[in-house]
DNA sequence: TTATTTTTGCAACCTTGTTGCATTAATAGC
DNA sequence: GCTATTAATGCAACAAGGTTGCAAAAATAA
């Protein structure tokens, strides 16, 4: 079993990921960063952070992946919320209370769930 | 407003996403059709099929965008129904009777929506 | 059948994400 | 604090998904 080490780009990418109120994408990341470290860097360090269950993945409508802290899950995750996809100001973000309801058929075995709505967030439709 | 034209690229497409039992990405497509057409066209097919409305877009979970046919939906859309990923087979599908409840926050506006779970479909997880 | 306009194919390009390998930097043990 | 070990980084190169410009080819309208 690896031991993870305590890097400078590892702190740095997981207090930008904290401080952020929206998901971000390794491009984002990287255009805050500013050449602080290498694009490999910020996948590798985001692939550790997300083994070490300190952040969750979001596959955003158009296909990119962004990242964002776990905050309501403490000991075991539950990421059963719903994510909220900004059309016009891009941001995604998590509805952290809101949980759907479904019933599926039984044959089916859940491991995973990746729900995202999109329209306009409370900012862009006022 | 341009007008489409029924050509044997987009009959060929279209037929190949009708006859389909599970969404399929534009590289599934383009394995179909092994050189009826160029990449290129396969996507901008999908495109005017999207516009048209005769197909519908979903998000695969590690971000390839598969197509699938609108089928419940006659003369509006509705595609508030769940996709079903399948870990092992790969295959995404649409369990077209499954729309699932949830509450959102007034603020929020919603136009899309975009609902997937991953884990074992019927046929692999027996 | 011809004129017009959409589609196509091709080449080139961009973005996201991954891999191999040598170098650099954390950590554990002394 | 110093050294050995091993993880993390940077760099180059690559792969897949997707887009764009432009000339040539095919549908349609007239």
Redesign the pocket.
């Given at each position: 079993?690896?031991?993870?080490?305590?890097?400078?780009?590892?702190l740095e990418i997981q207090e930008l990921i904290a401080a952020s109120p929206m998901a971000l994408?390794?491009?984002e990341i990287?255009n805050t960063l500013e050449g602080?470290?290498?694009?490999?860097?910020?996948?590798?360090?985001?692939?550790?952070l997300l083994d070490e269950g300190l952040i969750h993945k979001i596959v955003n409508t158009d296909?990119?992946?962004k990242y964002a802290s776990c905050r309501s899950c403490t000991s075991k995750h539950d990421h059963d919320h719903i994510h909220f996809s900004c059309e016009k100001c891009q941001s995604v973000t998590c509805l952290e209370g809101v949980a759907p309801s479904y019933t599926l058929p039984e044959a089916y075995k859940v491991t995973e769930m990746n729900f995202t709505l999109s329209g306009l967030c409370p900012q862009c439709s006022s």
């Open positions: 079993m690896k031991k993870t080490r305590t890097t400078k780009a590892k994408s390794q491009r990287q602080t470290c290498d694009r490999v860097t910020i996948y590798r360090v985001l692939y550790r296909g990119v992946i």
